[in-house]
């Protein structure tokens, strides 16, 4: 029997998608049950009062959560976001409903052995609701009470063997794409890379020191699959430096109709047949395919866009000098308009056997930079719009290069240095005067 | 109820402490035909709407079936997640950075067998519960954010709007019949926690009316240099008011250059700013993230504002469902939505969806703005 009566929010039951209102009362119901005998750490109805709160909201047209209040573990200055309910006395079971972030497997590959686990512990000390997972990447579990955060904490830590992810003005919960684990572009393993990077960083990932926050994404080759190049302070992108190797004969097996070109992906619709010329050769974007008969390329002018090779899998294949590109600053709107991750390093090797030294070496670099230069609460997206992007090649320690702008600068609003110029700035007007008259 | 301790003793808290270990190795959960053929992989094929093949270089295949979820969910639906993979993928299950589900097979059978299982899960209301689909040329599921579920800053629900477009969405989740992938995605704010600015098809929670201010808390709930430092158009001033005869420290704002960005009540609680009328959605296209022929690219603002109706958004719905189904009727096989528009032309966009152009889409926020202005007189009547 449902705590509050929810008429709107019922009308989201029904419609082929899956339904959170069916879901929440399925746990409603669990909970109230209680067939395994728990004993419950918080509130056994909070998900009836957050459907009853929610209800409220789709009524009132606001939401009924108040700003967050600093919680936490001890030590940590992230990993818990604070929430309470705003009208705690009509919904008790919600009044504290604080997050847990917690950090998720890089690719997000589980054993039902993990699943469970974590299911148990925040069966018996949270609401019984998560997300899978944050937009971030952190496996989200939605709403406990304060005294539960350490006893949460312990067993996840003790128990799991896994750590609370990132939040506040800190590195993010670094998320990657399935990478090498079950994609053939993928070229650098980027999950390992970014299991790495997340260990190497705990420090930076749970005490709060930056400007503001600081996400890695890492996409194993340019399709993109975690929008690094759109969500991340540093994106990591998969790359390569030589040609794509092409297999004549599949491609004459794509061109006869015998393979279905995009791997399938457009199947639902009669496109006719497949046209190598229409499809690929005039859709390379550096215009530097041709056919006639047999695929050539002229790998010199590629850009590595990746559609020749997303239409025929069967028959081209990335190249063999792989490694990966680094873009700086993508952000949201919030400040200064959205960003896209601007190219500070075309190419680099993604090395395991020295522990990835080069891409940490520029991390650090970066990170110094920013912490030195960055304003509280600015992206590094901004601070580098604001100092410019030859103030953060500079400061990374790496070579400028002219893949790293679109064109060259439209003005010629130069700052030079005193050091650029013969003789310095250093000047005498007495001496000037000799040769001009007042 | 009794406190059940799990070990930890809050008068030492630092006794037995564990932490800065990270996530666990990803190692540890891969499927074995994944974890054998890492990084050997050859080739796939999207057999049919939700189900993908890889073939490894060594010959191994595996299978994979993909449904989507609402991201939200219980114990009890993960269990339910738990016991399919049980059965039919050796106890393993990946989530999708779109929050779709993924469980590795052996043979093209079982993934068949697996695909009508997970179609037959229905919730008691109608919905299913694991629907197949979300690959090729068609929508997957969408990213969103919290919403009026969980955050204090929202314009909007995510969890209903996306499922109320899922809903209108749903054929082209289990076909392939787009001419590209089209991604959407959900966030309730300007901090687009789920950060849309370059989907296919943006859903985006906006406030319209500047912040409300609580004078007689502001001073003990904030700190005023934090709020008036917080706000980017700098429409926040410190000042002072005088109630029921008392003179309260609080601020002032110049309302007229309030961009409704909620910055500021993020840095304080005294400056709410959610309001049932004035709240709702824009509707923002023609973005993506892929290298795949153009560029990655932001969305853009098509239509400024769309109110709230829950529980089923009739409108966001009607207008998105009115988009994609102009641009599936109008691009070019492989062509994104935004590549589309481009081709033809955002003014003829906008006559071909029939959706009305308004001063509020012409950008005026700072630099940016210029760059979105036609310096050209190559326009289309
Ligand atoms: C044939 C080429 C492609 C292959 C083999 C491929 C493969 C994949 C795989 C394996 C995933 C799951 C990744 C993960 O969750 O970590 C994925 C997800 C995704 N891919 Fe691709 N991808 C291809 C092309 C593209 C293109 C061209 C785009 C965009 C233009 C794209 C955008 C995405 C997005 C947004 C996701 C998240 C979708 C989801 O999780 O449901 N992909 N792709
Ligand atoms: C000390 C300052 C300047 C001097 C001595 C100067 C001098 C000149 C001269 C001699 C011309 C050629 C006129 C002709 O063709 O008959 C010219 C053209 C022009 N000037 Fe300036 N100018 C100055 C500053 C500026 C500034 C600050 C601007 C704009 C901000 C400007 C904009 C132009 C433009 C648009 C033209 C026409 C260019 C064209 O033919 O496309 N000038 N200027
Ligand atoms: C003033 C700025 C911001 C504030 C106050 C803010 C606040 C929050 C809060 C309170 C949450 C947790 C919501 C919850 O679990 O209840 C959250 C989640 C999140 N935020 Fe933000 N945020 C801000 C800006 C951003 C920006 C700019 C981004 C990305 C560019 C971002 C990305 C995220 C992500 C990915 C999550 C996880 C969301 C999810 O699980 O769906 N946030 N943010
Ligand atoms: C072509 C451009 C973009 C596309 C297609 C795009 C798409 C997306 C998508 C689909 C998500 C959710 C992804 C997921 O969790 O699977 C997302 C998240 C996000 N995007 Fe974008 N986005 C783009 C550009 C940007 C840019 C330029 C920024 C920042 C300036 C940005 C900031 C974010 C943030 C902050 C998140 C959530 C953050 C996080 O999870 O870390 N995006 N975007
Ligand atoms: S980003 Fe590239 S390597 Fe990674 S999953 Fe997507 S297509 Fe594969
Ligand atoms: S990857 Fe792109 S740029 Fe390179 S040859 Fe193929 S289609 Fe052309
Ligand atoms: S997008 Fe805004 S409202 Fe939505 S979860 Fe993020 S901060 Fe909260
Ligand atoms: S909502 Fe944004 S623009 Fe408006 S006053 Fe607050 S910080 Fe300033």
């Not at chain 1, 609401?127 to 406990?144: K, R």
Request: glycine share 8%; aromatic share 10%.
């Amino acid at each position: 029997m449902a705590k509050h009566k929810t008429p709107l929010l019922d009308q989201l039951e029904s419609g082929p998608w899956p339904s959170f209102v069916s879901d929440i009362k399925q746990e409603a119901d669990a909970r109230a049950k209680n067939e395994q005998g728990l004993d419950y750490q918080i509130p056994v109805d909070c998900p009836d009062d957050l459907l009853g709160v929610l209800e409220m909201s789709y009524t009132d047209g606001e939401t009924h959560w108040k700003h967050g209040g600093i919680v936490g573990v001890f030590g940590y200055g992230g990993g818990v976001i604070g929430r309470y309910c705003d009208q705690p006395q009509m919904f008790p079971g919600v009044a504290h409903f604080h997050t847990v972030r917690v950090a998720q497997p890089n690719g997000k590959w589980y054993n039902t052995e993990l699943l469970r686990n974590l299911v148990k512990i925040w069966d018996l000390r949270g609401s019984g609701l998560t997300n899978m997972h944050g937009a971030t990447g952190d496996i989200v579990f939605l709403g406990t009470t304060t005294p539960q955060l350490e006893e949460i904490f312990w067993e996840l830590t003790h128990d799991l063997e896994i750590d609370l992810g990132g939040s506040g003005s800190n590195l993010r919960t670094p998320a990657t794409c399935l990478g090498m684990s079950r994609c053939e572009y993928a070229c650098y393993d980027s999950q390992e890379l970014c299991y790495n990077l997340t260990q190497e960083y705990q420090d930076e990932l749970h005490r709060p020191a930056f400007p503001y926050k600081f996400k890695f994404k890492f996409d194993g080759c340019p399709n993109g699959c975690v929008a690094a190049i759109a969500r991340s302070d540093l994106s990591f992108i998969g790359t390569w430096k030589d040609e794509i190797k092409i297999n004549q004969e599949v491609v004459a097996a794509y061109v006869g109709g015998e393979i279905a070109p995009n791997a399938g992906a457009h199947a639902g619709r009669d496109w006719g047949a497949f046209d190598i010329q229409k499809e690929v050769v005039d859709l390379c974007p550096s215009k530097c395919i041709s056919y006639d008969g047999k695929l050539t390329i002229d790998n010199k002018e590629c850009v590595r866009c990746m559609h020749c090779i997303n239409t025929m899998p069967r028959a081209l294949k990335i190249g063999d000098e792989r490694g990966c590109s680094i873009l700086c600053g993508a952000k949201a709107p919030i400040l200064d308009g959205p960003q896209m991750g601007s190219l500070l390093v075309p190419f680099i090797e993604v090395n395991k056997d020295d522990d990835y030294q080069a891409i940490k070496d520029i991390v650090e670099n970066i990170w110094d930079w920013w912490m030195e230069e960055g304003k509280n609460r600015e992206r590094i997206g901004e601070t580098m719009k604001r100092l410019g992007m030859a103030a953060l090649i500079d400061a990374a320690g790496v070579p400028v290069d002219a893949r790293q702008v679109q064109e060259p600068r439209h003005n010629p609003y130069i700052f030079w240095k005193a050091e650029d110029v013969e003789g310095g700035w250093e000047r005498d007007i007495n001496d000037f005067r000799k040769r001009h008259q007042r | 109820m009794a406190f059940i301790s799990s070990g930890y003793n809050p008068d030492k808290p630092m006794e037995g402490r564990v932490s800065d270990i990270g996530p666990r190795h990803f190692g540890e959960y891969l499927p074995p035909v994944i974890k054998e053929n890492f990084g050997k992989w050859d080739y796939h094929e999207i057999i049919e709407p939700g189900i993908l093949l890889h073939v490894a270089l060594s010959g191994d295949k595996t299978y994979t079936v993909r449904a989507g979820t609402a991201r939200l969910m219980s114990v009890t639906h993960i269990r339910e997640i738990c016991d399919i993979a049980d059965k039919f993928s050796g106890g393993y299950v990946r989530f999708t950075t779109r929050n779709n589900l993924e469980f590795q097979v052996e043979t093209e059978e079982a993934a068949k067998e697996l695909k009508a299982f997970l179609n037959d899960q229905k919730f008691p209301g109608g919905a299913y519960k694991f629907p197949v689909g979300g690959t090729g040329a068609g929508v997957t599921n969408i990213v969103h954010t919290q919403g009026w579920v969980h955050c204090h800053t929202p314009a909007t629900d995510a969890s209903g709007t996306v499922k109320a477009t899922m809903d209108v969405v749903f054929d082209d989740f289990t076909d392939m019949k787009l001419p590209a992938p089209v991604r959407i995605s959900m966030a309730c704010c300007l901090n687009m926690c789920g950060a849309v600015h370059c989907s296919d098809i943006a859903i985006l929670g906006i406030h319209r009316k500047p912040p409300l201010i609580d004078h007689k808390f502001l001073d003990n709930l904030c700190e005023i240099p934090l709020a008036v430092a917080a706000c980017p158009t700098g429409a926040v001033r410190p000042s002072k008011v005088e109630l029921d005869g008392e003179t309260y420290k609080t601020v002032a704002i110049k309302e007229e250059r309030c961009m409704f960005c909620g910055n500021c009540y993020t840095m304080c609680p005294s400056l709410p700013l959610s309001d049932g009328e004035g709240d709702g959605i824009a509707i923002m296209v023609g973005g993506k993230i892929s290298n795949r022929i153009t560029k990655p690219a932001f969305s853009k603002v098509v239509v400024p504002f769309v109110p709230n109706e829950p529980p089923r958004w009739p409108t966001l719905t009607k207008t998105i469902k009115k988009i994609l189904d102009t641009y599936a009727k109008d691009a070019n096989k492989y062509e994104r939505l935004g590549d589309w528009a481009n081709r033809i032309g955002w003014e003829r966009f906008f006559e071909k969806c029939d959706l009305p152009f308004s001063e509020h889409l012409i950008d005026d926020f700072r630099d940016p703005a210029y760059y979105t202005w036609r310096q050209t007189t190559q326009f289309k009547w």
